[in-house]
């Protein structure tokens, strides 16, 4: 990949937009990871106006350290980013306390770790209305396009999309030339949904780099059965997430009434 190229390109694509949208500028939701790190970055060289949140919702503490460090790192290296954290963690705890209970909490956890991106997808598009900002998406291409690792109506709720063309690997290549903090470039892949320090690898059974295999063998007709051990493993997994999470990766379904019934 030839990494300043492509960054030239997704910063002026950026610029090239807002001009178009009439719109001032953007706001990124830093969650401490990857690629809310890289998007940020990108963002942060067009020269427009940046805000960066933090939405901590029973977040652990390496996360939000890690997040807040990282936009101090882009505050210092440019001048037209400002931030706003906002701690969620009271209206979640609050909506959760006004809904039903359930006979096994362990029944709604992946309801309410989608309930955690919603919050914080309103959030930003609060801040968004406010200044007239862009709300810029995280998402990379194996997540979005792939095995659709994200919350619809959450972290899939943005403006546009400035990473989705980009493998997770070419997203660290990125992150790597921009000079992203060394601390976000280790950490494991996590989407900070769950309280804990879970990564992305624990939920989805493969790593981003197994992932990405998987997709390029999908794209080329492959079958799980071309393959033994981890490989035809990993196939598997890709496989029945797609299927699984296709309804987030096509438009949402319209019944259309025949004109003769009208």
Known sequence: MQTEKVIEHIVQWLKDYTQKSGTKGFVVGVSGG????????????????????????????????RAIRHIEWLKDHHGNV????????????????????????????MSLANTRA??????????????????????NKVEDFGVGFYTKYGDGGVD???????????????????GVIREIQEAPPTDGLWGDNRTDEDQIGA?????????????????????????KTVLEIFLKLNRANKHKMVPIPVCEIPLTLK
């Open 160 to 178: 546009l999309s400035p990473i989705a063309d980009l493998l997770k690997t070419e997203v660290y290549e990125i992150a790597a030339h921009l």
């Open 207 to 231: 790593s981003y780099p197994e992932l990405e295999w998987a997709m390029l063998m999908d794209e080329k007709g492959k079958k799980p059965g071309d393959f033994e051990g981890r490989q």
């Open 118 to 139: 919603r919050l914080r997808m309103t959030t930003l598009y609060y801040f968004a209305a406010l200044n007239g900002y862009l709300v810029a998406g995280t998402g």
């Open 34 to 65: 990857i690629d809310s790190a890289v998007t940020s970055a990108l963002c942060a060289r067009t020269g427009l106006p940046l805000l960066c949140l933090e939405m901590p919702i029973h977040q652990a503490e390496s996360q939000i350290s």
């Open 82 to 109: 400002s931030e706003q954290s906002v701690n969620l963690t009271p209206v979640f705890d609050s909506l959760i306390g006004s809904l039903p209970s359930v006979n096994r909490e362990e029944d709604r956890f």
